[in-house]
């Protein structure tokens, strides 16, 4: 059990970091912080370099956290955060991948709350550092908090669709 917990971790945590250094940088075929900033000006989000920065840290930090299972319960949070606002983005395509759905950030929220529940397993930092078993509590709180936060980041920094689309782009004062 404690390999496959090993596995699924260091799978769905590095996936979840590499997907943040897509929207900051220019590695794993990402577009830059202008290219991760203009993502999000498409999908309606305000905030500019700024809300791309944070999501890629955000998804960086819980990825790599997860992955080494460290502070599992935090970093179960922080990637089902992430992909709770992913979801919503992806919500009104369908669930299937193949119509730009809603699928995959699915799979990863259930996944990260999967890992909050089981806990991170034997070969992890939190039990090199003795901080396991997470008292039951913390699971369902980690759980509720990412979706909690996905859901209050949308609803703060999401613009309604007939506004996004008619702003222009952050810094362009011309229109």
Request: proline content about 5%.
């Amino acid at each position: 059990m404690d390999t496959g917990l090993l596995i699924l971790r260091l799978v769905t945590g590095l996936l979840i970091a590499g997907h943040g250094v897509q929207k900051i940088s220019f590695r794993l075929g990402g577009s830059g912080l202008a290219g991760g900033t203009e993502e999000f000006r498409q999908d309606g989000f305000r905030g500019g370099a700024l809300t791309a920065l944070a999501a890629g840290a955000g998804q960086i930090g819980s990825g790599l956290l997860m992955a080494a299972g460290v502070l599992t319960p935090l970093a179960s949070a922080g990637a089902i955060g992430v992909m709770t606002v992913a979801l919503t983005v992806k919500w009104p395509n369908g669930l299937w991948t193949q119509k730009d759905g809603s699928e995959y950030p699915l799979v990863l929220i259930v996944t990260a709350a999967a890992l909050a529940f089981t806990g991170p397993g034997r070969h992890s930092v939190d039990q090199a550092l003795g901080l396991l078993p997470w008292p039951a509590c913390w699971s369902v709180t980690a759980a509720a908090a990412g979706v909690a936060s996905g859901l209050a980041t949308r609803a703060l920094l999401h613009r309604p669709a007939q506004l996004a689309h008619a702003m222009p782009p952050e810094g362009d004062r011309s229109r």
